[in-house]
């Protein structure tokens, strides 16, 4: 009786084993094909990265005074744009910055300025994010801070599209 035992579990390892092996050839073959098929197709069509035409710049101005300020605005269109501001002084070398304060508005369109949060990321370069929810001059301000009683404000007008 063990023989017989033997045997059957023999021959059902191999069954199974051949079946998986059948499947497995079969699995193969219907990749290969969905794969082949699929390469062969043409691509979808893809939109366009800006629908007006034409590839869009960051905003990028420096405003100088008693400091020198970067600003940097990506995209510069409706929606969430990211800020980046690097202070110098008046002779470009880069400028300790104790806080930043920024604000944006939109006076032709009667939208009032909100706070621009921004994270001080080095010494002289803080980064943030704003809604710029029209198109039109917005009317940027910046407060940097050098110390407990020194401080600069810039403002700069930039173009945001739609």
């Known amino acids: 009786m063990m023989r017989t035992r033997r045997a059957t579990s023999a ?10 092996g059948v499947c497995g050839v079969i699995a193969v073959r219907l990749i290969r094909a969905a794969s082949e098929t699929l390469t062969q197709q043409t691509p ?8 007006d035409g034409g590839a869009r710049a960051p905003f990028t101005t420096t405003a100088t005074g008693s400091i020198s300020l970067q600003v940097d605005v990506e995209p510069a269109r409706t929606g969430s744009n990211s800020i980046h501001l690097y202070a110098y002084t008046p002779d470009k070398k880069p400028l300790t910055v104790v806080e930043w304060t920024g604000t ?9 300025p909100v706070v621009i949060p921004l994270l001080p990321l080095t ?13 039109g001059g917005w009317q940027l301000r910046f407060t940097v801070k050098t110390s407990a009683i020194d401080q600069a404000t810039v403002s700069v007008t930039v173009p945001v599209g739609k």
Do not use: M, Q, R, Y
């Not at 021959?11 to 079946?19: E, R």
């Not at 979808?44 to 629908?51: D, E, F, G, S, V």
């Not at 944006?104 to 009032?112: D, F, Q, S, T």
């Open 11 to 20: 021959a059902a390892t191999v069954a199974i084993f051949a079946t998986a």
């Open 44 to 51: 979808a069509p893809t939109a366009p990265a800006n629908t």
């Open 104 to 112: 944006a508005g939109l006076p032709e369109k009667g939208i009032e």
């Open 123 to 135: 010494d002289n370069h803080a980064a943030g994010v704003v809604s710029l929810s029209a198109p």
